[in-house]
Every structure is written in structure tokens, then in C-alpha cells.
């Protein structure tokens, strides 16, 4: 290993004005928390895009408050946390979800009953506050292919006893861990299925009509029941509560400004479950946006023409149009998207490499500390990513870059760490001993002989944690914190290839030309 | 003057010692060579004169005070020091090389650049030409008159080498040991050689000590070894290839 004695200071310019332009770019992009800022949240379906996207449209339209969006939330606990803590402040809840996994009590069957008895515990033990629900009861629905159940003489969730056995089950994630899910419904009716598979939310209706499932835990209002031609067992033993959709807000933000209330108001008893449905359908299968049906449904209402629009990009009609197309008309929120994935990113590596570094170069000086430290990393990176996020989430109280950020670093430090400390173990004894010989300190020999020497292998470190880093960042959409993720999450949502190719795609690309360009640092500092 | 008292090293906690109960002393002024096969514990012996290597028992003074009184790292950038493998920072320039003691020293970068040409020179190398390059651009020879040059460029009274010329062939070997008696004709260094090789302790010397197993054998002038060697191991080191030293020694 041999560094060019002409080069290192130009090639550490270069990586620190790569690192910096990254820094600038988190800085741009990271959300500002002004007081006049209402911050809405959506967990990472559709229908609850569409509802969030009405929530904030309509506070856009008739009130001068800033939204901000932080759509695609992974599932309810995030969502519900976040309001707690006043990260969010607004989003669209269903009491039979409140009911049995925010409140955790029994099921109750009774709609008005099951309201007044969320609204009243959340306003005790969250101050947040239940405005009226919207009409529709987006229940699970346990749904097989239409031909299926005509075969079998299928009506109801209990006449599956019998063949259970036989059945394989696609839930999703939530489906699979919530009371009022699947082990609340073994319970219920007494049976279980074959086999169950875990499937995105978007995914799983085509799953069951292309076969590969024939059971799903569909959602009651989506437009895909329908188009698929699939059918809805009847829930004969009334084991799933209620699931009344109903904005829930922060008091705090209520009592500030109480306008929001008369201005969601137009929301309270006006989306019935075919609405809700048809809603669903124009984004799912239309390949419209939430932002467009919402936009359109309140227009429909009359409900006040717009005195200011959305800020955002999002309002693009997609249809069936090609990729191309779709790349046009997003342009602007595909850079922004790009920005905030590079902003993300880099931050996590500057982050990484203040760490990781002086890490790598304390376990060399402190040799017996080595194996502990290197193993903390390396089981660091074995945690599944999501449940990082989720831990981190938990950890912070807060969404966005914050715990995005973090889950980033852990997982870079480790190549970071062990190229510092191989690269400095692996340095010419014959090269310290001069450094020692000429009267070099400690640290002198550390900043003018060792890091410069090691530089080479902790840069091809820093490489390879940077494209770990541009591809595990795509799963900082699932606790908001934005980037490229949020394409691939909406299109796995709405089951629309092309979205998820929009951020798959740029993010692939990042990653090449990051690693790229680090490895002519690399190349720079290394001779021949 | 550097004075050793009765000094030994144990790296295996006394097992064995690679120098034992050594008593020697290196006069201002004159060139000593520490002479001795590999292993004889010659090397240990040079490098407990500036710290990198603390004996285990004895004393090592340098002008009158213990090392261990000297701060380390002030004692180590006032003796110039030549390493065996020549050691130059292979990231630096060579002038960056020949000035890295000026510049621990705190040196404005005008002086030290100065300092370097002249170095340089001093060594027969061409600063226009060799200031900038980088280490592994110049041949052996080269890159150990550049670890000369950084040895002497902060003026240090003292020069410890360690076979500095050993890995190189033997013109270029003899041209840079006529070199060095030039440079030390000229400024008059007291210099501790270490080497293995006796036509190089008789070229350079004005005294010899001989090292065998971790012990001091003799010391004396190039004249007294050759007439009265001391020991055994003296007589064998001296006795084969007695006709030719016998010429050399009458020069």
C-alpha cells in the first residue's frame, strides 16, 4: 500500500467537498419546525394517502397554515407515536384500530359505542382529539377469487373451517401481529390457515387473484375487491370491530387553531364505503394520485374554491402513461427526491466517518479493545434494517431524518471501522519506527505518517459504506424521513411498477456514481 | 558525549538478553562503529541512545544527563538518526523528507524549504531536480543520501546510523561512505555507526567496539583491535581477511 507523495491533500479536498456539497443538500432538504406548520401523517396505503392528501388540501385551501407531508408512515404504531410526541399532528385513524391496538381493550361491535369510547380515552390519555368520522368502515374484510368461493359454496369466513388446512394466507405484517388480525380471528373461529405469508399491502390482491394466495386480509373500501373479481366472506361471528375513519389531531393544535375543525368539517359523514372505494380504484387501478382524486373530490363538493394550491409536485395525473412520461411529469419531484435521498446519505457517511475513523484508530492504539468493538459493529449491520428503524423510532420519539440518520450510521460504521484499523495495523513497522525516530509525537505520527498512509484502504471503506448507505436509505420513507423510498414504497402501495422504478432506478444510479467517483479518490491517492 | 553504563535489555522478561552489562562511551567528535554479527545486539544498543529502545537495567547519558531526564521527543529531533531500511515517508516529497525534523521543531516553512536545498546539496543531490519527487522515484543509493540529509537537517550534534548503507551494492556503498567521512570532515559530527561489515567499520571508524552475543568484546582504535585483539572472537572476526586489513589500517 503506497500513497502518492504528491497527492493526498488534493484527493482529501475532493472527498471533502463531495461530503460537504452532501451536507449542504441534508440542510436544504431537512424539514423546518415552524410554529405555523401543520405536519400530516398517512400510514403506507393508499386509501390513507388519499385521506391524508384530503386533510391537507382542504387546511391549504381555507387557511394560511404551511402543511407538511409525511405520507407512507410504516403502519399504525409509528403514526400513533408520532402524535403522541407532536411529531405529527394530524392523521386519519380507525376507531376499530384505536380501539384494540392503541387502547388495547376488548372488541366491541357497536359503531357510535366503540367512537365515544375512543374519542373519550384519547382525549384523557393523549390529548388528542377525534373530529367526526367520515362515513365509510374500512373493515378487514377476509376476501378469496370470486370463482373460488363459487366452487366451494363459500358465504362466510366459517365455511373456510373445513378446508383451512388446504389454504394458503397472505396478511399483511400488521394482519399478522394486531388483536383484531389474525390471531384474534384463530381464536374467534377456531381455525388456521395452511400457510401465511407476510405481503405488502399493495401487493397482496394481486397475489390472490394471480393465485399464489387464496386467502387475504383485504381492506373493505379498496377498489381492487372489485376489479379483481374477488369476494368478501361475511364476517359471521362479528369478529372485527368497527373501523370508522376519523381524522385525529393534537389538542394543543386545535386550541391554536380552531378554524381546523370548521374546515374539516366538510369531511364529517361524506365518504361512504363506495365513495371511499371508487377513491381508492381511480389511484389504484387508474393510476391517478392521491393528490389529484382528493384535489377532485373537493372540487366536487364545491367545497370553496382555492384561494391557494398545493405546493407540491405531486398533483400529476399519472394514467397509463410510459415511464418516460411519468419521469417528465415528475421531474421536479424526482430531483427533490434525489436531493433528499444524497442529502440523507451524506450526512450519515459524515456522520460515520467522524466516528467510525477516530474508532478505528482508538482500537489500534488500544489493541485489546479491537475484537469487542469490531463485533458490536458487525452485529450491528446484522439487524434487519426495518427493525432498526422501527427500534430507532421508538428510541427518539420523533420521525424523520433524525432516526433515519442514525440507522444509517450504524450501519456504515463497519467497513469505515475495520478499513481504519487494518489499514493502520498494516502499515511498514520500518515507516512508524522512522516516524518515532525523528521525534514525532503520538498524534504528529497519527496526522502526518499513519492517516495519510491508511488512507487509501479507509477510503475504499468509506465506498463501500457509501453504497450500502444510498441502498438501505430507501427504507427511511417508512418513518418519513423522505428520499427515494417514497417512489418505492407508493408504487409497491398502488402496485404501479413504474413509481417503484422511479426510485429504484435514481437510487441504483446514486450509488454507481458515488462509488465511482470515491474510487478516483481512491485512484488518485493510490499509486499505480 | 554519550556515555553507557553497564546497560541491559531483556525483551522475554530475562530469558535472554540482547545486551548485557554494556559499558561504552562515544567521545564528541569522534566516529564510534558498533561492530558485530546480526542478533549481536548492536542495533538495541543504538537505539537506547535516543529512547526507542528503554534498557532494562543501566544508565544511558547524553551530555551529562540520563535520557530518562531528557524529554523523549526533544532528545530524538536533537540526534539525527539513518535507519537501516532508510525509512523516508514514502506520501512526502523529498524535501518535505529532508525537513520533517525543522518542521517538528516548529521551523517558519521558508527556512526549512532553505534548510532542505541545502541538505540536499550537501549530499550531492541536485534540490532542482529531487526537492519535489517522490521517495520510490530515486534508486537506493539516492533515498539514503536523502535519509543523510534528513538525519543532519536539524544540525544535530549527534548521528546514529544503523547499517545504513547495508542494502546497497557495493560501488555505490563505497561512494557513499566516502561521503559520509567529507560531510563529517566538514561539519563534525560525533557519530555512532552500526554495521556488521569490517571494511566498513575500518573505513569509517576512528575507534571499534566489537559486539559478540549481547557483550562488549573490546574497544579501541582500528590499530589496537588489529594488534591486540582482546578475545578470541576478536582474533577469528579480524584474523581472515587479515593481509588486506593490514593495507587498509596502514592508510
Redesign the interface.
Known amino acids: 500500500m503506497?500513497?502518492?507523495?504528491?497527492k493526498?491533500s488534493t484527493a482529501a479536498w475532493l472527498l471533502s467537498r463531495l461530503l460537504l456539497a452532501g451536507v449542504c443538500c441534508a440542510a436544504l432538504t431537512s424539514t423546518v419546525s415552524a410554529a405555523d406548520v401543520v405536519r400530516i401523517g398517512s400510514k403506507n396505503f393508499t386509501e390513507q394517502e388519499i385521506l391524508g392528501e384530503l386533510v391537507a388540501q382542504l387546511i391549504e385551501r381555507h387557511t394560511d397554515l404551511r402543511v407538511e407531508r409525511k405520507f407512507g408512515l410504516g403502519g399504525t404504531g409509528v403514526c400513533h407515536a408520532a402524535l403522541v410526541t407532536g411529531e405529527l399532528d394530524i392523521y386519519v385513524e380507525y376507531t376499530g384500530t384505536a380501539l384494540l391496538n392503541v387502547l388495547k381493550t376488548d372488541p366491541l361491535s357497536d359503531r357510535d359505542e366503540v367512537f365515544r369510547i375512543v374519542a373519550k380515552a384519547y382525549r384523557e390519555q393523549f390529548d388528542l382529539q377525534w373530529l367526526p368520522p367520515m362515513g365509510f368502515n374500512n373493515t378487514y374484510a377476509i376476501t378469496v377469487r370470486a370463482g373460488h368461493a363459487d366452487e366451494h359454496g363459500w358465504q362466510t369466513i366459517g365455511d373456510l373451517a373445513d378446508v383451512a388446512g388446504q389454504l394458503s394466507a397472505g396478511f399483511t405484517a400488521e394482519f399478522m401481529e394486531r388483536p383484531d388480525g389474525y390471531p384474534g380471528l384463530r381464536r374467534a373461529y377456531g381455525f388456521d390457515f395452511g400457510q401465511t405469508a407476510d405481503l405488502d399491502p399493495g401487493l397482496m390482491y394481486q397475489a390472490l387473484a394471480d393465485g399464489q394466495v387464496d386467502v387475504i386480509c383485504a381492506f373493505a373500501t379498496d377498489g381492487r375487491i372489485a376489479a379483481y373479481k374477488l369476494k368478501v366472506l361475511h364476517d359471521d361471528r362479528s369478529f372485527f370491530p368497527p373501523y370508522d375513519a376519523a381524522p385525529v389531531i393534537r389538542h394543543a393544535l386545535l386550541h391554536d387553531h380552531p378554524e381546523i375543525r370548521h374546515v374539516l368539517a366538510v369531511l364529517a359523514g361524506t365518504i361512504d364505503d363506495r365513495t371511499m372505494r371508487r377513491l381508492n380504484h381511480t389511484v389504484d387501478e387508474l393510476k391517478s394520485t392521491p393528490a389529484k382524486v382528493a384535489r377532485d373530490w373537493i372540487e366536487s363538493r364545491g367545497a370553496g374554491s382555492p384561494h391557494r394550491t398545493s405546493g407540491r409536485a405531486d398533483v400529476t395525473i399519472d394514467g397509463t402513461v410510459s415511464i418516460w412520461a411519468m419521469v417528465a411529469a415528475r421531474r421536479a419531484e424526482l430531483w427533490q427526491k434525489v436531493f433528499e435521498h444524497f442529502g440523507l446519505t451524506a450526512l450519515a457517511m459524515v456522520i460515520a466517518i467522524l466516528i467510525g475513523v477516530p474508532t478505528g484508530i482508538l482500537i489500534h492504539r488500544h489493541r485489546a479493545a479491537a475484537p469487542l468493538v469490531l463485533s458490536a459493529t458487525e452485529i450491528m449491520q446484522t439487524i434487519p434494517s426495518l427493525a432498526m428503524l422501527a427500534f430507532l423510532f421508538a428510541v427518539y420519539g420523533i420521525l424523520g431524518a433524525t432516526p433515519a440518520v442514525t440507522a444509517l450510521v450504524l450501519y456504515a460504521l463497519l467497513p469505515i471501522v475495520v478499513n481504519t484499523f487494518t489499514g493502520l495495523k498494516e502499515l511498514?513497522p520500518?515507516?512508524i519506527?522512522?516516524?518515532?525516530?525523528?521525534?514525532?509525537?503520538g498524534g504528529?505520527r497519527l496526522w502526518?505518517?499513519e492517516l495519510?498512509?491508511a488512507l487509501p484502504i479507509i477510503v475504499a471503506g468509506i465506498r463501500t459504506s457509501t453504497v450500502w448507505t444510498v441502498g438501505i436509505a430507501t427504507l427511511s420513507t417508512y418513518i418519513g424521513a423522505g428520499g427515494l423510498g417514497d417512489f418505492i414504497s407508493r408504487g409497491l402501495a398502488r402496485n404501479d411498477p413504474r413509481l417503484t422504478l422511479l426510485g429504484a432506478v435514481p437510487a441504483a444510479v446514486m450509488a454507481v456514481i458515488l462509488s465511482l467517483a470515491i474510487r478516483l479518490v481512491e485512484r488518485h491517492l493510490r499509486?499505480a | 558525549m554519550i556515555r553507557l553504563t553497564e546497560i541491559s535489555k531483556t525483551f522475554d522478561e530475562g530469558h535472554s538478553y540482547a545486551v548485557r552489562d554494556l559499558s561504552l562511551e562515544v567521545r564528541d567528535g569522534e566516529t564510534l562503529v558498533l561492530l558485530g554479527s546480526s542478533g549481536c545486539g548492536k542495533t538495541t544498543t543504538l537505539k537506547m541512545v535516543?529512547g526507542?529502545v528503554e534498557p532494562t537495567s543501566g544508565t544511558v547519558c547524553v551530555d551529562g544527563r540520563n535520557v530518562t531526564e531528557h524529554d523523549v521527543?526533544?532528545?530524538?529531533?536533537a540526534i539525527g538518526?539513518v535507519?537501516?531500511?532508510?525509512?523516508?515517508?514514502?506520501?512526502?516529497?523529498i524535501d518535505?523528507n529532508v525537513a520533517?525534523?525543522p518542521r517538528?521543531l516548529g521551523w517558519p516553512p521558508g527556512r526549512r524549504t532553505v534548510r532542505a536545498q541545502e541538505m540536499l546539496s550537501l549530499v550531492e543531490l541536485d534540490p532542482a531536480t529531487y526537492g519535489?519527487r517522490?521517495?520510490?522515484d530515486l534508486s537506493g543509493g539516492e533515498q539514503q543520501r536523502v535519509g543523510v540529509a534528513?538525519a543532519l537537517a536539524a544540525d544535530p550534534a549527534y548521528l546514529l546510523m544503523d547499517e545504513p548503507f547495508g542494502a546497497l551494492d557495493a560501488i555505490t556503498r563505497n561512494a557513499l561512505q566516502q561521503e559520509l567521512l567529507r560531510i563529517k570532515r566538514e561539519l563534525g559530527k560525533t557519530i555512532v555507526f552500526v554495521t556488521h561489515d569490517i571494511f566498513e567499520a575500518l573505513t569509517l571508524a576512528d575507534r571499534i567496539a566489537v559486539m559478540h552475543q549481547g557483550r562488549l568484546e573490546q574497544v579501541g582504535t582500528k590499530r589496537e583491535i588489529l594488534a591486540e585483539p582482546a578475545t578470541g572472537f576478536v582474533k577469528d572476526l579480524f584474523s581472515k581477511p587479515k593481509a588486506q586489513l593490514e593495507l587498509l589500517a596502514a592508510q
Open positions: 503506497i500513497v502518492r507523495c504528491d493526498p511498514s520500518e515507516i519506527e522512522a516516524a518515532d525516530g525523528v521525534g514525532m509525537s504528529q502526518m505518517v495519510p498512509l499509486q | 535516543n526507542l521527543l526533544s532528545l530524538r529531533r538518526y535507519f537501516q531500511g532508510i525509512g523516508l515517508f514514502p506520501h512526502m516529497t518535505q520533517i525534523v517538528l519535489r517522490c521517495p520510490r534528513r
